[in-house]
């Protein structure tokens, strides 16, 4: 079994910030980790995703994560926060438990981000 | 341009009425889900395809159909759509089990 957990359901920060949201995981296998954003009225955007490479992992619109397995996270991070970074986003994980996968993704619950001028 | 097209991206029923929303991806994926998303809930799984002819379900799968007849097309049926289906609906679709899922734009349910 696996599941996700985003902590914060809101998170606010000032334009420039730092932009810190946090996952954990748990599956009893390897995962693979993704991290999805959602603006408003539009579907899912990958932002970036973790398969056993590297354990930082960089993406789209300065956005990095970093895979660690001993505490069982994978946060997500921008040194600095812009505008347009405002919107809802959503950790995933997939699990292949010994060759049943079939392309489930079990979401957090996600987290808003709201940027203040 | 790759994508995933869902039809209609809102619709508003009454209680009862049989309805159909309809999904199709062009990029000749093996993998198909659907999922509902409702606040603080995240995305929850309703039903997945792995190819034709082969679906199963996910973890909220009461009150739903699903058909896969041929690989892009993946609808979701509401046989008898009741005010708890009323929820914000993605389609997706990925090349293997564990790849980037393309999402479509989403389907705006209200059950009255």
């Known amino acids: 079994a696996q599941s996700v957990t985003q902590l914060g359901s809101h998170v606010s920060v000032s334009e420039g910030a730092l932009v810190l949201l946090r996952c954990n995981y748990s599956?009893?296998?390897?995962?693979?980790l993704f991290w999805y954003v959602q603006y408003p009225n539009q579907g899912l955007q990958l932002l970036l995703k973790?398969?056993?490479?590297?354990?930082l992992v960089k993406g789209i619109n300065g956005f990095e994560a970093e895979f660690k397995k001993s505490e069982t996270s994978f946060h997500l991070t921008k040194p600095s926060a812009h505008m347009s970074d405002a919107a809802e986003y959503f950790c995933?994980?997939?699990?292949?438990?010994?060759?049943?996968?079939?392309?489930?993704?079990?979401f957090g619950q996600g987290t808003i981000l709201t940027v203040h001028p | 341009e790759a994508q995933v097209t869902q039809n209609p991206r809102y619709l508003i029923t009454v209680t009862g009425k049989k309805l159909t929303v309809t999904c199709s991806q062009n990029?000749?994926?093996?993998?198909m889900s659907w999922y509902r998303q409702d606040p603080g809930l995240g995305l929850r799984q309703i039903y997945y395809?792995?190819?034709?002819?082969?679906?199963d379900k996910g973890d909220v799968p009461e009150g739903y159909k699903v058909s896969r007849k041929e690989k892009r097309n993946f609808p979701l049926i509401l046989e008898s759509p009741s005010p708890n289906q009323t929820s914000l609906y993605f389609c997706?679709?990925?090349?293997?089990?564990?790849?980037?899922?393309?999402f479509g734009q989403g389907t705006r349910l209200t059950v009255v």
């Open positions: 973790y398969t056993s490479a590297a354990t």
């Open positions: 599956s009893s296998v390897p995962p693979y």
């Open positions: 995933a994980v997939s699990a292949d438990a010994g060759g049943t996968s079939y392309g489930k993704l079990t």
């Open positions: 997706a679709s990925s090349s293997t089990a564990n790849t980037e899922a393309f």
């Open positions: 990029m000749n994926h093996e993998y």
């Open positions: 395809s792995m190819n034709v002819e082969v679906t």
